[in-house]
């Protein structure tokens, strides 16, 4: 009797198993599918740990980082903000004026801009009244 039992149990158990298995989705399933992916991305990104993960995995190639830039740099606030950071950095803040100078327009912007400011006025006309620094 107690192994007819088991044998039942057993059966039973493989048979909801079974169904159970035939009722998932498959991972492409989900992915195509856009509202399935939008609701496990959410969740993935609700969860720290997974948005850590996915952000480490995004930042793990140079092509994706690269992929990943152009896509935040396409945000008015994000791009302010890296030049900000770019500003600040000394390792970078040579390489950035350089930049700038080698552009024409840009160069006749920033020539604009400190000859037209009265107090930027006053202090190029002193810089420029010292002579060059010796290389």
Request: with cysteine; aromatic share 0%.
């Amino acid at each position: 009797m107690k192994a007819a039992r088991r044998v039942t149990v057993a059966i039973g158990t493989a048979l909801v198993a079974v169904v159970l298995a035939g009722c998932a989705k498959s991972i492409d399933e989900i992915i195509m599918n856009p509202s399935d992916k939008d609701e496990v991305i959410a969740k993935l990104l609700a969860d720290d740990v997974a948005k850590r993960d996915i952000m480490a995995k995004l930042a793990a190639k140079d092509d994706t980082k690269k992929e990943m830039a152009e896509t935040l740099l396409g945000d008015t606030s994000i791009k302010a903000m890296a030049v900000e950071k770019m500003a600040a950095d000394a390792t970078q803040k040579t390489a950035l004026i350089q930049k700038l100078l080698a552009d024409a327009a840009t160069r006749a912007e920033i020539i604009t801009a400190l000859t037209s400011d009265e107090a930027s006025r006053k202090e190029l006309q002193e810089t420029l009244k010292k002579p060059l620094p010796k290389k």
